[in-house]
């Protein structure tokens, strides 16, 4: 969250990074419709981003947003839990 600023640089580097591919216009389309979606519901619900981000192995960097960081744990969720990600040809 800290090397890209908007939701189309940290979508385009999530891809390179996960998938090793530019994300298709469609996908483009649909994670920043979704991430705007997440981050909208997590800055009013600041409760229920804190619980997401509570869980992991390292403690959350309190410098970064807590509802940012929870819609992007979900973008990245959802990367994570593509087919083309868990399977290799």
């Not at 640089?9 to 998938?19: G, H, N, V």
């Not at 997440?38 to 804190?50: D, G, S």
């Not at 981000?53 to 940012?68: F, I, M, W």
Request: proline share 2%; glycine share 2%.
């Amino acid at each position: 969250m800290r090397e890209k600023s908007t939701s189309t640089d940290r979508i385009k580097r999530a891809f390179e990074l996960a998938l090793s591919r530019s994300a298709t216009s469609k996908e483009m389309t649909l994670l920043t419709a979704a991430a705007a979606r997440y981050t909208a519901h997590y800055k009013a619900n600041v409760a229920e981003a804190t619980e997401l981000t509570k869980v992991g192995l390292s403690p959350r960097n309190p410098k970064l947003d807590t509802a940012e960081l929870a819609s992007w744990t979900l973008i990245c969720s959802t990367l994570f839990n593509l087919d083309e990600f868990l399977t290799q040809n």
